[in-house]
């Protein structure tokens, strides 16, 4: 069973496992290992570039509330799901 990210985690980009390009301001991904594709809309492709180098999930909600205007109770659940997909997925790693 993988670890589950909570508002403590720091968590990064898996680059070992995943390749990315940039195309009209949204992300898309790569899955080498499991030879699938994701394609990430505006905010999921901002977070993806906020966990380029470790950050925790608290920093990117602040960032992320700041930047969106939305309440920090409703964005922390809503990137603590995204970050827990994304590690479903892995196509990020917590870091130690």
Known sequence: MRNKIDISTIVKQNIDEVVSATVDK???????????????KLTGSHIWNLIKRPVS??????TLSCEFNVDEQTCQKDV??????????????IVS
Do not use: F, R, W
């Open 26 to 40: 949204e992300v898309i991904l790569l899955s080498v290992e499991q030879g699938l594709y994701y394609n990430m």
């Open 57 to 62: 999930a608290k920093n990117i909600c602040q």
């Open 80 to 93: 603590l799901s995204y970050l827990n997909q994304l590690l479903d997925e892995q196509l990020i790693t």
